[in-house]
């Protein structure tokens, strides 16, 4: 008798094991992937300034943290709390199970688990969480196995980085950075405590849903911290009655939604994995000049509405640009605007603001949208003959000339006019573009030459452009980043530089790839100093004047194309440049009141006044560079270099300046 008990005893054992065995064999694979544990990982993007702009990730928020930098104050909180045999067991802990077998038994239910933290990583990234025996039988051989793999370190900061601790948040870093916004290591015991109770039912216990059990939970973490010696009754009363700041913001924390949307499309390209492996991505952006940015679109574009307001009630001024009646919210609709700010010097980007509501439409028009620059092209055309000779003293002709030509067998006659309809006659370059006299610069691009201008205009980085006069009123399309690269020739004194807007890029072996500026040289900056003279003049008395900001010395042009259906303001200090536009997204004409000065003009010199505010330590004066003279022409100071001089018959002898800050 005995002998067959023993002979079942063992067919049982034989039986169980090789069960088992089977068991292990269908989950064995799985302990590979805790193993070499990758999880999803957000990538952050900070501003110039080391301030947060926004947390990119796919599914899961996840700010990963190694070992060596949890604070041993959080392992003990844990453990204490979860599993305070964690460092003797051997990946089981089979006093819970019994007393927790007991408990069910009583109950004659599922009422106490007896998982270790390894069980619960084991849970977390590969089983199910379904209260089955089968289930908890393949967690605890993969515990078991698990623990003779990994070291109980290497368990912890595989359990800290994958378990979920409610409102979105993966991983305890990303907690404390959300609900605290603190790092690890400075976090009190309460938060701790806040923390490591978060895992047993996170949605629960999240404290910006319901703090009071989230703080008896916490709290139950500090008496059982107290019971087992680990803090004293000092450092157990401070946390019982510590109150922590929680704070209950969106996953993503995206500040600056246009910024973001263009560095991922850079991005993207070369790192497809750009969402999901952790990078830590370093802008040029400035949180704070974004924010100017946003506001000073926002000033104009109120300004528009605030006319359109006025010319609703006032029925007899409510007329579009052929003179007709217009329907109420004509014009509002679809009306929208760009702003773009660069480090004059390196093309750093400090603003890119794509649109005024980035809710109502993410359609980034810095970067997406073409639109005809008009009377914006001009100081392109001017400069283009200063430096073949002409100086801003040379005349130019300001008066009407019909043009004829043919579409097919049709022919056709072209008769520019200037804004209102006046001639001026003969005209200085400097008073031609100051005014942004339209039959001038005509008159001078025909003086020069097409094929000339054109060649300019392609070194300046413009393309796609038709090879005929219309280029002289900005009739091709171009977008305000490029435009913004190509107004570098003047806030740059002649060296082109690239618009980008990633510093470096560094991942999680924190190798950093780091982005140089891109300079391409055009001209001196003597010939260059003599134009951007002139585009002081436009905001000292010309049609930039309404942008001017007193006590800094600015160089800009407006930019109005036919029909007012684009509105621009290009404009730079001696530091920075900021190109603004506005228009209908549907490229229908805008009010004939609304023109690069009216329109984007307030944008530019609110965005101007602001900076100054937080940066008033930039620099205030252009420098006239020391080959560049000083001479005057009936009264009024000129200016001219040895490829630009004087015209003769308007040359009077000098006293040549040769101090080099000068304020205009």
Known sequence: MIRYFLAFIVIVTVAISAWLLYLYSQIRTDIDTIVNYNPKKTTQFFDKNGKLVANIFDKKHRLYVKYEDIPARVVEALVAIEDTQFFEHMGINPDAISRAMIKNIKALGYVEGASTLTQQLIKSIVLTREKKLIRKIKEALLAIKLETVLTKEEILERYLNEVYFGHGYYGIRTAARGYFKKNLYELNLKEIAILVGLPKAPSFYDPTRNLKYSLTRANQVIKRMKTLGWINQTQYEESINYLPKIYDESLTQNKAPYVIDYALKLLKKDIPNIKTAGYRVDLTIDLEAQKIGRESLKVAYDKILARDAWLQKNPANNIDINGNPVEEGYFI??????????????????????????????????????RQPGSAVKPFLYHTAIELGYSPASQV??????????????????????????????LTLREALTKSRNLATINLVTDVGIDEMYKGLQRYGMNDMPRDLSITLGSFSISPINLSKAYSLFSNNGTLVEPYMINSITNSNNETLTFEPEFT?????????????????????????????????????TGTTNDNID???????PSIQTIVYFGKDNNTPMRRSETGGTTAGPAFKHFIQKYLEIHPEIQRNFIKPADVKTSFINGRKEYYTNKSPLPEFESIPSNTNTENQIQF
């Open 567 to 573: 509105a621009w303001f290009c404009g730079f200090s």
């Open 521 to 557: 040289y055009i001209s001196s900056p003597e010939q260059v100093f003599l134009t951007k003279s002139i585009l002081n003049d436009v905001m000292t008395r010309g049609t930039g004047r309404k942008a001017n900001v007193k006590g800094i010395d600015l160089g800009g042009k």
């Open 397 to 426: 002709a300001d008066i009407g000339r019909t043009y004829e030509y043919k579409v097919g067998d049709e022919e056709k006659k072209w008769k520019p006019k200037n804004y209102g309809g006046t001639f001026k006659g003969i």
């Open 333 to 370: 609709d679809t009306l929208n605007g760009a702003l773009i700010s660069i480090e004059s010097s390196t093309g750093k980007i400090l603003s890119l603001v794509g649109g005024i509501n980035y809710k109502e439409s993410n359609f980034n028009r810095v970067i997406q949208s073409k």
